[in-house]
């Protein structure tokens, strides 16, 4: 059965995800209003950039915390390192960003880019710890916090500059995730371990490496599903189609997050009972189930509202993204199986297994969209997105049942 502590938890997640996906949609009228299509297209590609450069300059160190919280006992120490590995990584970007401000054109983008990524880093790193300790509410709070402070500041300074750009929202965006760093970091100052912070173990760091850096791959190749479409759609369309996509994306990102609220309570409670050889094929099941008609009485709801007060969200030049919505929620109700399946081979270190799922679904994302994005336009990137998470999903799915059915012959031979 599902636990009651999952439960709550989900509820919780539930409701903060509803706020921290709500805040992006009621700022989308603004937007939309203050930026052209150009200017979104650009703003897009930078977010993709900053989602694949997160993981890949600080080794994806994040990835370990909530499975090694339930392996390891001298925990506080590891995650020092976790923190010592980040800081050092991502602050190698950000001098040599500092070199070039005044000798590149685009040294300050690059900078705000490293910038970026290490508050970011440190945030999503914090997360995972809150999720591993079963504290929704707290990471809640610290996720509404973030974008409390990111809309807050970029609507001060639109007005203030007079000046919009989508420059502007990448400033504010870094200055909200500042200010969410110095107030996390105060609050966590325990967490953190600064004490232990310039004691790195080699042991814990190469462990640490040994998991995260070949999960880098498969993240990537995860980022490369959701978002290298935009960079074919800027060379096989144009700017203005990436603003139209990276539109009808977001509003899309609405049903994922709330997916991804119950994901947030259910993978901490995996964890703990796969140690505990508690949960069989039959459990996950019935938690795919749950969410498959959660998600689609949620999907349909929520379309129905996008319909009806589209007028009120979008500006006239974006209502054409509309057409788009439906499809790519299909495409991430298609990802249900992978949310559920895919804690199994997290926990058990099946790295390789899971990158080359997912290299072989983003290669299906790119190989459809060279194929098609220049005839049929964005539904291309629509129809790949939705093929590539069918593929992952149902190859994690059958993995993960084999590595189920191991534990149980392991119990019947022992």
């Known amino acids: ?190 967490e953190v371990g600064y004490f232990n912070f310039f004691r790195i173990s080699k042991s814990h760091a190469k462990t640490l490496l040994a998991y995260s850096v070949p999960l880098t791959l498969h993240i990537m190749s995860a980022h490369l599903i959701n978002f290298s479409d935009r960079f074919l759609i800027d060379i096989y369309l144009e700017v203005e189609s990436v603003g139209i996509y990276t539109a009808s994306y977001q509003l899309s990102m609405v049903v994922f997050l709330i997916m991804t609220a119950f994901n947030n309570s259910y993978v901490p409670w995996v964890y703990k009972n796969i140690r505990e050889t508690k949960l069989k094929a039959n459990s996950f099941y019935k938690v795919c189930f749950y969410i498959f008609a959660l998600i689609i009485i949620i999907s349909i709801i929520y379309y129905i509202f996008l319909l009806k007060f589209s007028s009120y969200i979008l500006s006239p030049s974006y209502l054409v993204s509309l057409n788009f919505v439906p499809w790519l929620i299909l495409s991430f109700i298609f990802k249900i199986p992978y949310l559920v399946f895919s804690p199994i081979l997290f926990f058990k270190k099946k790295v390789a297994e899971l990158t080359k799922i997912s290299l072989l679904a983003a290669g299906a994302n790119i190989l459809l969209n060279l194929i098609f994005l220049s005839q049929v336009g964005l539904y291309a990137a629509v129809i790949s997105t939705g093929v590539s998470f069918f593929v992952m999903s149902i190859l994690v799915y059958i993995v993960g049942v084999k590595e189920l059915a191991k534990d149980i012959g392991d119990e019947a031979s022992g």
């Open 1 to 190: 059965m599902i636990g009651s502590k999952l439960k709550k938890n989900a509820l919780i997640y539930f409701v903060g995800n509803a706020f921290y996906s709500g805040l992006p949609i009621l700022l989308l009228p603004y937007l939309s209003s203050e930026l052209d299509l150009a200017a979104y297209g650009n703003l897009g590609l930078y977010q993709v950039f900053l989602l694949i450069g997160i993981p890949v300059l600080s080794f994806n160190v994040k990835s370990s915390v909530q499975v090694f919280y339930y392996k390891y006992e001298d925990f506080p120490t590891y995650f020092s390192n976790v923190f010592s590995v980040n800081y050092l990584t991502i602050a190698v970007l950000v001098l040599v960003s500092v070199s070039l401000l005044f000798n590149f054109e685009w040294g300050a983008i690059l900078l705000l880019f490293g910038l970026h990524c290490f508050f970011s880093s440190y945030l999503e790193i914090i997360l995972e710890l809150k999720k591993a300790q079963t504290k929704a509410f707290i990471f809640s709070s610290y996720r509404l916090l973030s974008i409390f402070l990111d809309v807050l500041i970029l609507v001060v300074l639109f007005e203030l500059f007079n000046y919009q750009s989508w420059q502007i929202r990448v400033v504010a965006q870094v200055l909200a995730m500042f200010l969410v760093f110095v107030t996390v970091n105060f609050l966590e100052r325990k």
